[in-house]
């Protein structure tokens, strides 16, 4: 997950969420994130499955780091000036760890609705309506476009995007029956 923001002073900025270790490479790092996510696990201790549990926990991990990194952007009084993505990049690989892709058929590496469904979330208070599901089909190419348009970047020189700006679509401004993709 990242948050972005523009600010005039410093440029964009991406948090990534690893808010809580002093240094990501050292051991103590490892050690910390697998104590986060077997503590996690605790959580789902009616679940028969042992792999499916270890899935739930590292999820459930996922989740409270995002939740700490959003905490740190509510603290900097900054969330209506922060944009930000979650999105995955492809369904879950069902046989390899326990994940499922209820309601959907098929898995990761296949190109069935399991497949290439995925989380897709944007928060940008003031101008994503929040609690909208939005029906068309969206992709990761859009979020750079989406953050230039947010930052009033320009997007570089002889270099093309296949991505598109979402947030007149997801706001309604373009009309209901826009699509940013074909």
Excluded at 44 to 69: C, H, N, T, W, Y
Excluded at 128 to 134: F, L, M, Q, R, S
Aim: include cysteine; proline fraction near 6%.
């Amino acid at each position: 997950a990242c948050a972005a923001r523009w600010n005039t002073t410093s440029g964009l900025r991406c948090a990534i969420s690893s808010v809580t270790a002093p240094e990501r490479t050292s051991s103590r790092w490892n050690v910390s994130l697998v104590l986060r996510c077997a503590r996690a696990s605790e959580r789902f201790a009616s679940e028969p499955d042992e792999k499916r549990r270890q899935f739930l926990g590292m999820l459930s991990a996922m989740d409270d780091a995002i939740g700490q990194v959003m905490e740190r952007v509510r603290a900097a009084g900054q969330e209506d000036n922060t944009l930000v993505f979650f999105l995955s990049d492809n369904g879950g690989p069902t046989q390899g760890n326990a994940s499922r892709n209820d309601p959907f058929s098929g898995f990761k590496n296949n190109v069935r609705e399991g497949g290439i469904r995925v989380p897709f979330a944007m928060q940008w208070k003031g101008a994503v309506p929040a609690g909208k599901t939005y029906e068309k089909p969206v992709s990761s190419l859009d979020v750079f476009p989406t953050v230039l348009t947010a930052t009033g970047a320009k997007q570089p020189e002889k270099q093309s995007t296949d991505g598109v700006d979402l947030v007149p679509f997801v706001s309604g401004k373009k009309g209901d029956d826009a699509r940013p993709h074909d």
